[in-house]
C-alpha cells in the first residue's frame, strides 16, 4: 500500500541549531512530495515540492529537502532554527494516477527552545 | 491576491444535526478539495471537484457530499452529524487537476466544527 510515515512527532531543538525532521514514502513509483506547515489554528502553508525535477528542492524560511530514491526519504532540513519556526510541520505525497489527492503523515510538532 | 476563504470559522452543531461549509478558491484556480482533520492528526482527504464534477472520494460515508459551482467555489454537507465528525476542515485549491498529481494545493485557513 502507499503510503507516507513521519518518524518523530515531536522534535525539540535550541534556536540556531540545525533542524532535521524525517518523512519516508512507500510507492511503487516515485510519488510527487510536499512539506507543509501548520501554526496553532491555522490552516496548512505549503514551504516546498517535489516533482521529479532537481532532487534538491529549496523551499520558503530557509527550508530544503532532498529526495532520495534509494532511501525512500524527503527529509526537511534547515541549518539554523529560529522561534518562529516552532510549529507542526506535515509531509504529503500524491501518487501517480492518484489525481491531486494528497496523502498526510502523522505530523512533527517542532518546538525550538532558547 | 485572496487565499482560499473558508466560512464559517467555528460552528457548534448537536449530534444528528446538518451543517454546511463553504469555501472560495484562489482566483484562477478551478479544483477544490476538503479535508478533514482530527486533532493530533494529519489531515484526511474527503473529496475533489475540477470543473464542478467530483474527480476523487476518500474513505467516508454517504452522509458527507459535496458540490461545485459555476465560479468553482464549493459547499461540503455533512449530515446526520456524529460525535466524530468534529474536526478541522479544510479546503484547498489549485490550478487545474491532473491525474497523475503534482500540482500544488494551497489551503484555506479551515473551519472548525464541534460536535456536542
Known amino acids: 500500500a502507499q503510503s507516507v510515515t513521519q518518524l518523530g512527532s515531536h522534535v525539540s531543538v535550541s534556536e540556531g541549531a540545525l533542524v532535521l525532521l524525517r518523512c519516508n514514502y512507500s510507492?511503487?513509483?516515485?510519488?510527487?512530495l510536499f512539506w507543509y506547515v501548520q501554526y496553532p489554528n491555522q490552516g496548512l502553508q505549503l514551504l516546498l515540492k517535489?516533482?521529479?525535477?532537481?532532487?534538491l528542492v529549496k523551499g520558503i524560511n530557509g527550508f530544503e529537502a532532498e529526495f532520495k530514491k534509494s532511501e525512500t526519504s524527503f527529509h526537511l532540513t534547515k541549518p539554523s532554527a529560529h522561534m518562529s519556526d516552532a510549529a507542526e510541520y506535515f509531509c504529503?505525497?500524491?501518487?501517480?494516477?492518484?489525481?491531486?489527492?494528497?496523502?498526510f503523515g502523522t505530523g512533527t510538532q517542532l518546538k525550538v527552545e532558547l | 491576491d485572496a487565499g482560499v476563504t473558508q466560512s464559517p470559522t467555528h460552528l457548534i452543531k448537536t449530534r444528528g444535526q446538518q451543517v454546511t461549509l463553504r469555501c472560495s478558491p484562489i482566483?484562477?484556480?478551478?479544483?477544490v478539495s476538503w479535508y478533514q482533520q482530527v486533532l493530533g492528526q494529519g489531515p484526511q482527504f474527503i473529496f475533489q471537484?475540477?470543473?464542478?464534477?467530483?474527480?476523487g472520494r476518500g474513505n467516508f460515508p454517504d452522509r458527507f457530499s459535496a458540490r461545485q459551482f459555476p465560479n468553482y467555489s464549493s459547499e461540503l454537507n455533512v449530515n446526520a452529524l456524529l460525535l466524530g465528525d468534529s474536526a478541522l476542515y479544510l479546503c484547498?485549491?489549485?490550478?487545474?487537476?491532473?491525474?497523475?498529481?503534482?500540482?500544488?494545493?494551497?489551503f484555506g485557513p479551515g473551519t472548525r466544527l464541534t460536535v456536542t
Open positions: 484547498a485549491s489549485s490550478l487545474q487537476f491532473i491525474g497523475t498529481g503534482g500540482y500544488e494545493q494551497y
Open positions: 510507492s511503487s513509483v516515485p510519488p510527487y
Open positions: 517535489y516533482t521529479s525535477a532537481a532532487t
Open positions: 504529503a505525497v500524491t501518487f501517480p494516477g492518484g489525481g491531486n489527492k494528497l496523502t
Open positions: 482566483s484562477g484556480h478551478k479544483s
Open positions: 471537484y475540477y470543473e464542478k464534477e467530483e474527480r
